[in-house]
């Protein structure tokens, strides 16, 4: 029997989880037999699950709490809490635990703070570390700070002619964990040719009916951790359009550099290829931007392109990124026009390409998982979770399989 862990959003969050709950399906035949058995566990709103590499522990974070919860399996089907929860910050809403064990971290998208909790060799929570706190490199006073004295921020000149060799545009947007299904965001092209200096456009006419045009101010969050090749530490700024480079260090991490993304794309899920690479997707640009470890260390862009030519900037807002086993394929589902795109991945791994487009069968696709050939997707305002084929042959997604009901799914886990 397989049985996948259910991670939701309750009255706190507005939705109807009640805590983590059990998917499960007959052996053999789980993509037509999956069905919602209801909650393990009394969690307020464990919006993100993960899991020990080695031990049956399951972490939760609790997003309108801030804080993280241990669970250890006690039975085929139960969840038992290890000890108390232990604060992160400000609407945690991811995990990602180290391939030792010794520690996960804890991404907040409300304070941006970055978080490692030490974990006991039984696996439940240690003390929590704070660290050092993003600085914005699109405001002059702070980027220098945030990166360190030897670090150079990139220009607009630098950022710009990136992108002009990856292929891509890039485009401006409020920050937003959740847009409202009835807000439209204003969306302004950000031209490459202002950016670097040529062809500028005439002065407009002084308009004296006219408010003057506040753009929103910018504020840190923090949204997911990745574990790289080498023991380092990527984590994405979502607010800030940064990935950050940290090296784990005795009791917490140690800033090693950063990776400054176009102005407004808003990086959030990571997964990393087999081939070394780390592929972002961006949540108001749609993008997928590839980057690679360079000979010095440092880690650089190699390549973007946009999720779907399909994608529509300002209504869809991609949130996670999944993989196949081979990395051959990559998956991100765009909440708004609710599809799953399909990207084939080439080259050394630096190379991705929009393929296939497919519809997801749920409203608000939230997250979703590669399993034994099919697409699993937590539809977070629909309430259902869907099962979607893939072609075995190319990776894209065929069809919508199966549905099951379940409340608010927000993340989705394989249990052992």
């Known amino acids: 029997m397989t049985q996948f862990w259910v991670g939701g959003y309750g009255a706190d969050m507005g939705g109807d989880a009640t805590g983590i709950g059990l998917l499960e399906g007959d052996e053999g035949r789980e993509p037509d037999t999956l069905a919602y058995r209801g909650a393990v566990t009394q969690t307020a709103s464990p919006s993100w699950l993960a899991r020990h590499p080695s031990l049956d522990v399951v972490y939760a974070a609790l997003e309108s709490d801030g804080t993280v919860q241990a669970f250890a399996r006690t039975g085929q089907s139960t969840l038992a809490p290890m000890g108390r929860a232990v604060e992160a910050g400000d609407s945690v809403c991811h995990l990602a635990v180290a391939p030792s064990g010794a520690y996960l971290i804890a991404s907040c998208y409300g304070d941006g703070r970055v ?4 974990l006991s060799a039984d696996g439940s929570l240690g003390k929590p570390t704070v660290s050092a706190p993003a600085r914005d490199p699109y405001n002059p006073d702070a980027a220098q700070d945030a990166m360190g004295p030897d670090v150079e921020p990139a ?26 299904a009835e807000a439209t965001p204003r969306v302004g092209l950000l031209l490459f040719d202002e950016m670097l200096g040529l062809n500028p456009a005439p002065e ?61 794309t808003g990086p959030r899920h990571m997964v990393v290829h087999p081939s070394g690479h780390l592929h972002v997707v961006t949540e108001y640009s749609c993008e997928i931007f590839t980057l690679a470890a360079q000979p010095d260390g440092r880690w650089a862009l190699a390549a973007a392109t946009l999720a779907t030519p399909a994608a529509e900037i300002g209504t869809d807002f991609p949130a996670e990124l999944a993989r196949s086993r081979d990395g051959a394929t990559l998956y991100t589902a765009l909440r708004g026009s609710n599809t799953i795109a399909a990207l084939r991945v080439s080259g050394a791994g630096e190379s991705v390409e929009p393929f296939a ?29 869907s099962v979607l084929d893939l072609d075995d042959r190319t990776g894209a997604p065929r069809g919508i399989r199966h549905r099951t009901s379940a409340p608010a799914p927000t993340s989705l886990l394989l249990a052992r």
């Open 115 to 118: 978080v490692r909790i030490g």
């Open 155 to 180: 220009s607009a000149q630098e950022i710009a002619a990136a992108m002009l060799r990856g292929g891509s545009m890039t485009f401006e947007q409020p920050s937003a964990e959740d847009v409202p």
């Open 204 to 264: 407009p006419e002084p308009d004296t009916e006219s408010e003057p045009d506040e753009q929103p101010a910018r504020a840190s969050h923090s949204h997911a951790a990745a574990f790289l090749p080498d023991g380092r530490i990527a984590t994405t700024d979502l607010g800030f359009d940064l990935v950050r480079i940290w090296r784990p260090v005795a009791g917490g991490l140690t800033l090693d550099h950063e990776i400054v993304l176009p102005m407004g």
């Open 357 to 385: 487009l497919a519809e997801s069968g749920v409203d608000w696709p939230r997250h979703h998982l590669v399993h034994d050939g099919a697409l699993l997707v937590a539809g977070q305002r629909s309430n259902e979770i």
